[in-house]
């Protein structure tokens, strides 16, 4: 919800549009818009604001009416536009509910405990959907730690010592503030820090300060063996601070020496006053985060710039976004050298970050790297930036890179009354380390990111194809006997799927015709579908087929294993690794 704010500067008083928005473990306000030098003003400007938007979506929906309806008389460039306004309309036309319907459709997402009416916020996920949230968290561990020396992945407790959340100013602020409006009596949800200034977000009315109410986000219980015993404790609301709490026995153990990082992935939970957006904002997510520790005299020293320097990005800088301008793809060495992206840090996990998405499957242009603004930067940050992504509600914060400082550790130090500082063995000096970056991103908001990136509704094959990157697809290949009504064909099939479900998560499945069961297929995301024919019990083969181009070969079963695991690691190409073969039936 969007409220005004004022700002005195000097004798003059400055008024802003600006919305609540949680970052990490903070409310944190977004800039939305200035609003000129005087209230009655801003409240005309935020209702051209409010006015504005609403055109723009009525604008919208009648391009659409036009596109459905159409003109006959139309000359060839007219048609032309009219195709690419449709495709591109088709591209963006899943709408969150859609997606939402379409996984409960097919067992990707469900609400939580649906049989008693679900509950706001908590979501379970569904035989594809446990399948594919696995396979995301598998890649990112892969990535970010199994082929990294410089960083060690931790698993800590959900519950922890609740001193751990005093330290790091969770009990005292990790709230939201709702105030009462006078006029409307409406709740608003406002940033503490502008409560002062703050006015209603529904009218422009005054709050009532005295109904301000601080509303804690996190989930509390109580551990001991008794009631009366027991004390109180929380259910961790991000992953991040077992890092810091761990932090000194991790780079000892795993022997690690600066710059490093510490990586985990793991269950969170925020009482949040309003989840929304199907999976964007619950109330128990996955978190996968990494700490990352550098020397703090050596914060313009990244040793790993070089490896993705020519990595490019589409920038949103925030000269950009306060001159009206588009976002600029460049270079991250580019970005660098004009200043751009200050720290070499910073533009090295912004990178990094969205090659691990591109990489499995999501698309470039559905990407970008937003500075903030001056004003919305916290005091320790020297330049803060988000990845975002283009969700069918507009662009979202994926994840934050920002320098916290040694903000933590410190805090950690204090209240645990241990020393947390590592020997440097260059300067012989114990040294705090600092955090240049924080690399933290949602499993769930992940999981949206690759299926709407995925999602295709083909109108050749009349079904939807689901385009996950092999190694993210729930089922790697499903197996079927051309009829079912063969008991050699059936036997042959089944073996083969025996064999194969040892090692890959394989479907086998004989109802249907063939055309409904690569249809179903298509819609899971399955890659590969293994068909069993006549030819299959002379020769000792068998056909896969491509979920992408419906191109089929013909492999002999012997060497299915081994093409199958290459095909999924994009080894090799799908024509090359068997006979290409005619497609013999209509698929429909
Ligand atoms: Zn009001």
Redesign the pocket.
């Known amino acids: 919800m969007a409220y005004i704010v004022k700002k005195r500067i000097g004798k003059t008083d400055y008024f802003y549009l600006r919305e609540s928005k949680r970052e990490g473990k903070k409310v944190k306000s977004v800039f939305l818009g200035y609003l000129g030098k005087n209230r009655k003003e801003a409240i005309e400007k935020m209702k051209e604001f409010k006015n504005k938007e609403e055109n723009e979506d009525k604008q919208n929906i009648q391009k659409i009416k036009n596109t459905k309806l159409g003109i006959d008389s139309m000359d060839n460039k007219d048609k032309q536009e009219r195709k690419e306004e449709k495709k591109e309309k088709r591209e963006t036309e899943l709408t969150i509910d859609e997606l939402a319907s379409f996984c409960r459709k097919k067992g990707f997402v469900y609400a939580s405990g649906e049989i008693y009416g679900g509950l706001s916020g908590f979501w379970d996920f569904g035989h594809l959907g446990a399948e594919l949230k696995n396979n995301i968290k598998k890649q990112w561990w892969d990535f970010h730690v199994q082929q990294r020396e410089d960083i060690a992945g931790i698993d800590g407790s959900i519950i922890t010592n609740p001193e751990v959340w005093k330290a790091s100013g969770h009990v005292a602020s990790f709230s939201d503030v709702s105030v009462r ?6 709740y ?1 949800k406002v940033d503490k820090q502008e409560l002062e200034a703050a ?9 009532d300060k005295n109904s301000a109410k601080d509303l804690s986000l996190m989930f509390k219980t109580q551990v001991g063996p008794v009631e009366e015993e027991s004390i109180l404790a929380y259910l961790r609301p991000e992953t991040a601070q077992l890092i810091f709490a761990d932090f000194k026995q991790v780079a000892e153990n795993a022997r690690l020496k600066l710059p490093f990082g510490i990586a985990q992935i793991g269950k969170a939970f925020r009482n949040e006053i309003s989840p929304r957006d199907f999976i964007f904002r619950c109330r128990e997510f996955e978190q996968m985060e990494i700490e990352y520790f550098i020397h703090p005299d050596k914060k313009s020293e990244c040793p790993y710039f070089k490896e993705i320097e020519n990595f490019e990005l589409n920038i949103y800088s925030e000269e950009m976004q306060k001159k009206g301008k588009e976002p600029e793809r460049m270079k991250i060495k580019d970005a660098v050298k004009k200043g751009i992206i200050k720290l070499e840090w910073h533009a090295y996990w912004l990178a990094l970050e969205t090659k691990w998405f591109i990489e499995i499957g999501a698309k470039p242009e559905n990407f970008r790297m937003r500075q903030h603004l001056s004003e919305e930067r916290s005091h320790y940050a020297t330049d803060t930036w988000d990845l975002q992504y283009k969700f069918p509600f507009g662009w979202q914060e994926l994840e934050g890179i920002a320098d916290r400082g040694i903000f933590d550790l410190s805090q950690h130090e204090k209240f645990s009354g241990k020393d947390l500082k590592l020997f440097d063995e260059e300067t012989k000096k114990k040294v705090l380390p600092m955090v240049v970056a924080e690399p933290s991103l949602g499993v769930e908001r992940a999981f949206m990111v690759f299926l709407l990136d995925a999602y295709e509704y083909d109108e050749k094959r009349q079904n939807v194809v689901l385009r996950l990157n092999p190694r993210l697809a729930p089922v790697k290949a499903a197996i079927f006997p051309i009829v079912k009504v063969d008991e050699k064909l059936v036997k042959m099939s089944r073996e083969v799927y025996e064999d194969l479900r040892k090692e890959l998560n394989v479907s086998y499945d004989e109802s249907g015709s063939v055309g409904r069961r690569y249809s179903r297929n298509d819609e899971a995301g399955t890659p590969y579908c293994i068909t069993f024919d006549e030819e299959s019990l002379k020769s000792k083969d068998c056909t896969i087929r491509n979920r992408d181009d419906t191109k089929q070969i013909r492999v002999k079963v012997s060497e299915l294993k081994d093409i199958l695991r290459k095909l999924i690691n994009s080894e090799i190409k799908f024509e090359k690794a068997g006979k290409l073969v005619e497609t013999r039936m209509k698929e429909n």
């Open positions: 409006c006078k006029k409307c009596k409406k608003n006015r209603c977000g529904f009218c422009g009315g005054e709050l």
